[in-house]
């Protein structure tokens, strides 16, 4: 009895049909692969899906990183063991910005960790005021341990380097008065910044010119050393004499002009060469008080602060500001040394509350000021807006919510404070204390009559320069050292020990008003803070719980069965 196989034709055919029904899938599936690989290769390209786009750069930074002409490695120091959480964030947000960096740049920017405390003793000092040089200073943070919460020592900063030269930045910064969280927030907002800063400083060295002009009783107090201080490595300051200045082409080479403090009238000349320098895309800084008062007098009887007359004031009104001839006092003080008698014979000095020093600590959301740190303000004048088209004025410090505004002539004492303040007295808030005007400009000479000694010029009736103005000439300036009456790095207060953020709002405007729309413009960068409502998160945990595990499974389930199913019709129709 013989065995029949069938039509061998046909089950051949149906084998091909078989095998070709499933190789083409996987051949499919194959090459898919390697055209995505591929792609991946030779295509960069990132999808950035966040609604405050956390994770995208702005076009200055690509800018930045597409000019990188060498590999560059970024060392993190925020390390340590069980490190809160909110240090944690930070350190992993420190490294996802790096390798964002590096995704980018032209060149490798490769990435490690490094902890300062494990340098060998002998060269653990030395390498810690290298760090100081670069701004980075320790913090004392308190860590959870097995055997009880224990002070630990960290270093929130970054170094970056090439193969011959390092620079430094302070990573964790924020304005006085935030919460741990929004500080930490605000921090991780101004990464991107303040690591291209770092890589700009050391892919491009070279120095920009500043002029502080000179001759007006300008920098009466550390003679410019707080700004040479504060700028050096970046910038080269020129003191100006405006009497040797003969034509306008002889301030146009200065990325920025600084007048500080001026005490005596500018001439129409020099109004003129100032008029012009801004008319054809010059910035101006000015610092100057509204007031005139003889400090040495206020131990004795008390000095007596007038109006301080400038022919400033008819450049920057028509500019669109006014230095007001008044003082303020605000209740957010620092104080000043008064003698207060000997200690055998040593003169002791103890300090005073000086209302006429205090600290501005609300910001405007801007480039130059978001996520500053408090300012030290020595005798500001109160500023105001004048009608001035085509210029648009930004407010960029304010005042406490209790200030007062002294008109003047008034009668500086050191008496007066002996006694505290009383509050009810300080009902005025969020003064101006530093606006930033911007647009176009119509000059100061309009239709008017130039200095003998430039009627052969074209003069410019308009033009799109930038202005900054300041009620208060300190804030540019050293205080002196007690001890042996030297000046201080800028924005150090010998009383308070304590060092403000002068320094970094200087640098914060020399990178706008030279460059708006370059790495400054990073700062800009909001990143919402969401915590958790605990309230409802106590409410409704089992309910997520549930949800969050059983769906998983019962849908695997479904699934499954759903697919044993149909795997059981099919097999049961061929049969």
């Given at each position: 009895?013989?065995?029949?196989?069938?039509?061998?034709?046909?089950?051949?055919e149906?084998?091909?049909q078989?095998?070709?029904?499933?190789?083409?899938?996987?051949?499919?599936?194959?090459?898919?692969?390697?055209?995505?690989?591929?792609?991946?290769?030779?295509?960069?390209?990132?999808?950035?899906?966040?609604?405050?786009?956390?994770?995208?750069?702005h076009?200055?930074?690509?800018?930045l990183?597409?000019?990188?002409?060498?590999?560059?490695?970024v060392?993190?120091?925020?390390?340590?063991?069980?490190?809160?959480?909110?240090?944690?964030?930070?350190?992993?947000?420190?490294?996802?910005?790096?390798?964002?960096?590096?995704?980018?740049?032209?060149?490798?920017?490769?990435v490690?960790?490094?902890?300062?405390?494990?340098?060998?003793?002998?060269?653990?000092?030395?390498?810690?005021?290298t760090?100081?040089?670069?701004?980075?200073?320790?913090?004392?943070?308190?860590?959870?341990?097995?055997?009880?919460?224990?002070?630990?020592?960290?270093?929130?900063?970054?170094?970056?380097?090439?193969?011959?030269?390092?620079?430094g930045?302070?990573?964790?910064?924020?304005?006085?008065?935030?919460?741990?969280?929004?500080?930490?927030?605000?921090?991780?907002?101004?990464?991107?910044?303040?690591?291209s800063?770092?890589?700009?400083?050391?892919?491009?060295?070279?120095?920009?010119?500043?002029?502080?002009?000179?001759?007006?009783?300008?920098?009466?107090?550390?003679?410019?050393?707080?700004?040479v201080?504060?700028?050096?490595?970046?910038?080269?300051?020129?003191?100006?004499?405006?009497?040797?200045?003969?034509?306008?082409?002889?301030?146009?080479?200065?990325?920025?002009?600084?007048?500080?403090?001026?005490?005596?009238?500018?001439?129409?000349?020099?109004?003129?060469?100032l008029?012009?320098?801004?008319?054809?895309?010059?910035?101006?800084v000015?610092?100057?008080?509204?007031?005139?008062?003889d400090?040495?007098?206020?131990?004795?009887?008390?000095?007596?602060?007038l109006?301080?007359?400038?022919?400033?004031?008819r450049?920057?009104?028509?500019?669109?500001?006014?230095v007001?001839?008044?003082?303020?006092?605000?209740?957010?003080?620092g104080?000043?040394?008064?003698?207060?008698?000997?200690?055998?014979?040593?003169?002791q000095?103890?300090?005073?509350?000086?209302?006429?020093?205090?600290?501005?600590?609300?910001?405007?959301?801007?480039p130059?000021?978001?996520?500053?740190?408090?300012?030290?303000?020595?005798?500001?004048?109160?500023?105001?807006?004048?009608?001035?088209?085509?210029?648009?004025?930004?407010?960029?410090?304010f005042?406490?919510?209790?200030?007062?505004?002294?008109?003047?002539?008034?009668?500086?004492?050191?008496?007066?404070?002996?006694?505290?303040?009383?509050?009810?007295?300080?009902a005025?808030?969020?003064?101006?204390?530093a606006?930033?005007?911007?647009?176009?400009?119509?000059?100061?000479?309009?239709?008017?009559?130039?200095?003998?000694?430039?009627?052969?010029?074209?003069?410019?009736?308009?033009?799109k320069?930038?202005?900054?103005?300041?009620?208060d000439a300190?804030?540019?300036?050293s205080q002196?050292?007690?001890?042996?009456?030297?000046?201080?790095?800028?924005?150090?207060?010998?009383?308070?020990?304590?060092?403000?953020?002068?320094?970094?709002?200087?640098?914060n405007?020399?990178?706008?008003?030279?460059?708006?729309?370059?790495i400054?413009?990073?700062?800009?960068?909001?990143?919402?803070?969401?915590?958790?409502?605990?309230?409802?998160?106590?409410?409704?945990?089992?309910?997520?719980?549930?949800?969050?595990?059983?769906?998983?499974?019962?849908?695997?389930?479904?699934?499954?069965?759903?697919?044993?199913l149909?795997?059981?019709?099919?097999?049961?129709?061929?049969?």
């Open positions: 009895m013989g065995i029949s196989w069938g039509n061998g034709l046909d089950f051949e149906e084998m091909n078989l095998l070709s029904h499933r190789l083409f899938p996987l051949t499919a599936l194959l090459l898919g692969i390697l055209v995505f690989a591929g792609l991946a290769l030779t295509v960069r390209f990132r999808i950035d899906l966040t609604e405050e786009k956390r994770y995208s750069l076009p200055s930074t690509l800018k990183l597409e000019g990188i002409d060498r590999p560059l490695h060392d993190i120091l925020l390390t340590g063991e069980q490190l809160p959480g909110g240090m944690r964030r930070l350190q992993k947000s420190i490294e996802e910005t790096v390798r964002t960096f590096n995704a980018y740049s032209a060149e490798n920017i490769t490690s960790y490094f902890d300062p405390l494990e340098v060998t003793d002998s060269l653990k000092e030395e390498f810690i005021y760090l100081a040089d670069y701004g980075i200073r320790p913090t004392n943070l308190f860590v959870n341990k097995a055997t009880g919460q224990q002070e630990q020592l960290i270093f929130p900063g970054i170094l970056v380097s090439d193969d011959t030269y390092e620079t930045a302070l990573i964790l910064k924020g304005e006085r008065g935030m919460s741990a969280e929004q500080t930490l927030n605000a921090s991780i907002e101004n990464l991107e910044f303040e690591l800063q770092a890589i700009q400083k050391l892919l491009y060295p070279q120095k920009t010119a500043l002029a502080m002009i000179i001759g007006h009783g300008e920098l009466a107090e550390d003679d410019g050393f707080g700004m201080e504060a700028l050096n490595g970046r910038y080269e300051l020129f003191k100006v004499p405006m009497e040797q200045a003969k034509k306008v082409e002889d301030l146009s080479s200065f990325a920025a002009v600084f007048i500080l403090g001026p005490d005596s009238t500018f001439s129409d000349r020099e109004l003129f060469l008029d012009q320098y801004v008319m054809g895309g010059g910035n101006l000015v610092a100057a008080e509204g007031s005139s008062l400090l040495s007098q206020l131990a004795g009887d008390g000095a007596l602060a109006p301080q007359e400038n022919s400033l004031d450049l920057l009104f028509r500019y669109g500001i006014r007001n001839k008044d003082l303020i006092q605000d209740l957010n003080f104080v000043i040394p008064v003698m207060g008698g000997n200690f055998g014979n040593q003169e000095l103890v300090p005073l509350p000086w209302p006429y020093h205090f600290q501005a600590g609300r910001m405007y959301s801007h130059i000021t978001k996520g500053l740190d408090q300012v030290n303000f020595r005798y500001s004048s109160s500023l105001d807006t004048v009608k001035a088209d085509g210029v648009k004025k930004t407010p960029l410090l005042s406490s919510d209790r200030s007062r505004i002294l008109s003047l002539p008034h009668l500086v004492s050191l008496t007066a404070f002996q006694e505290p303040p009383l509050e009810s007295e300080f005025l808030q969020n003064l101006p204390l606006y930033l005007l911007e647009g176009e400009f119509t000059s100061l000479f309009k239709n008017r009559f130039v200095p003998e000694e430039f009627a052969g010029i074209t003069v410019k009736n308009s033009g320069g930038k202005v900054l103005v300041l009620g300190s804030v540019f300036q002196i050292k007690l001890s042996d009456q030297e000046p201080l790095p800028l924005g150090e207060d010998p009383m308070a020990q304590t060092t403000y953020a002068n320094k970094q709002f200087l640098e405007i020399l990178q706008y008003l030279t460059d708006p729309e370059g400054i413009a990073t700062r800009t960068k909001v990143l919402q803070i969401r915590p958790l409502n605990k309230v409802k998160v106590a409410e409704e945990k089992q309910m997520w719980q549930l949800i969050n595990l059983g769906i998983p499974v019962l849908f695997l389930g479904l699934m499954g069965g759903l697919i044993g149909l795997r059981v019709k099919r097999f049961s129709r061929k049969g």
